[in-house]
């Protein structure tokens, strides 16, 4: 996923040998009934033999006809301390991929092209599920679609939306990501992925009425470790709006007017920065990486910088206690909302800071414009438009559209009522 092979890979007590992890972890639940055959077979995609318990807290499901080829699940039970601060700390790594909807907080690692591993956490219980194998072409993908049958076994909440398929992600991105403090401001030349159901089939479309494309519309995409929902609306008068929500989580340090955000999956030493000063209250301004005025929000209350449709497509927050030497204000304790900019750019903002110095910062740049018709394909300008800039309608099918500049192109879907359900940030 990484375009390269980790020098090393510094793993935590629960993924030792079995000879090493035997008796320094107990187990209640047998790991073997967290993964079914047919579900180990689908993640390797070739027939796999029964799973085996090498030790209490290990199942190991061997390929049948490819030894090297395996799934592994680990359970540990009985999560202590040092278990903790491993897992806050290999989360925030920059080799580590924050997975949402996973238990009380998960991340991946792709340490090499033949194997991947993801953890997440649940109450007092790590689980890690390993797929390494020769033969599967897409093992992020199929790792975290296993560990999701896994917490599904083992009783983890997950959240509604399932993740992006390998046909739709952009791999070819991840590798540099890491290397930018900052997103790509939002564009309508990004490459997003399409609705994972099963569609009729685009087809080529040289004339559209644009009254058809009236609605509200939704993609989910991801650069490197970053996931953003996209959401665009398009009025009867064919203006439209389109707003893109990105959603980070990490550590803050607040105290004496300074405050540092080491975000997750960053080089150490990008994290963001600046001063702080409290007007009231409820209101405090901030300067630095992020420049804004903010204003507390009750607890049951929605921001009003933010539409309410992207606002309800927030995922949970993976933030988990954190077990390091932080303090935090206590008067910046709760959720915020502000206006301002970061990096340069415009943006509306929530941030949510806990005490125990875990925090989630969610970021929405937008954009406006009209739908214009040219050659007979309808096109989408923004009120902005840079020189030569086209986006034009090239394809439907049921709920959806296909958007192109003539390099890259975006799949919208519809956004259904049922798929706006409120979540807690």
Known sequence: MFG??????????????CGESGGLFTSTTNPCLLVTVAEAQQAL???????????????LFKAQRHADNTVTV????????????????????????????????????DSSPTV???????????????????????????????????????????????PPTASNSNPGEEGSAHLVSRPTTVTL?????????????PHKAPSLDPAGL?????????????????????????????????????????????????????????????????KTANSFASTGSVQATWTRLAPDENPKRIPTELWRLRRDATSVPVFQIKTVDPDLVGQWEGGGT?????????????????????????????????????????????????????AIYDHGFTTTDGKTNLRWSKLLPESTEDRQL
């Open 214 to 278: 009236i609605g509200t519309w939704h993609t989910r995409s991801t650069q490197g470790t970053t996931q953003n929902d996209m959401l665009l609306i398009i009025k009867p008068n064919l203006e439209w709006s389109l707003s893109s929500m990105m959603q980070f989580d990490g550590v803050l340090n607040a105290e004496g007017g300074l405050w540092l955000l080491e975000r997750a999956n960053t080089f150490k030493g990008l994290g963001w920065k600046g001063t702080y000063r409290k």
């Open 189 to 201: 030349t990004q490459t997003l992925p399409g609705p994972s159901e099963t569609q009729t089939g």
């Open 45 to 59: 995609g070739e027939p796999v033999q029964e799973g085996t318990l090498s030790d209490p807290t290990t199942c």
């Open 4 to 17: 390269r092979v980790l020098p090393f890979l510094v793993l935590p007590p629960l993924l030792l040998s």
């Open 342 to 394: 970061y990096a340069g750019g415009s943006a509306a903002f929530v941030w949510a800071i806990k005490p125990s110095a875990a925090t989630d910062l969610l970021i929405v740049e937008s954009l406006r414009g009209t739908v214009k018709t040219k050659d007979g394909l309808p096109q989408l300008q923004p009120k902005k438009k840079k020189k030569g800039q086209r986006v034009s309608v090239v």
């Open 74 to 109: 680990q359970l540990d039970e009985l999560v202590g301390k040092d278990q903790r601060v491993w897992f806050n700390k290999t989360r925030l790594g920059r080799d580590s991929r924050l997975i949402p909807g996973l238990g009380d907080g998960a991340f991946r690692i």
């Open 116 to 162: 991947s591993r993801l953890t997440f956490m649940q109450k007092d219980a790590l689980v890690t599920v390993i797929v390494a194998s020769t033969k599967q072409k897409h093992l992020g993908e199929s790792v975290t679609l296993l560990s999701h049958a896994v917490a599904t076994h083992y009783g983890a909440p997950l959240a509604t939306t399932l």
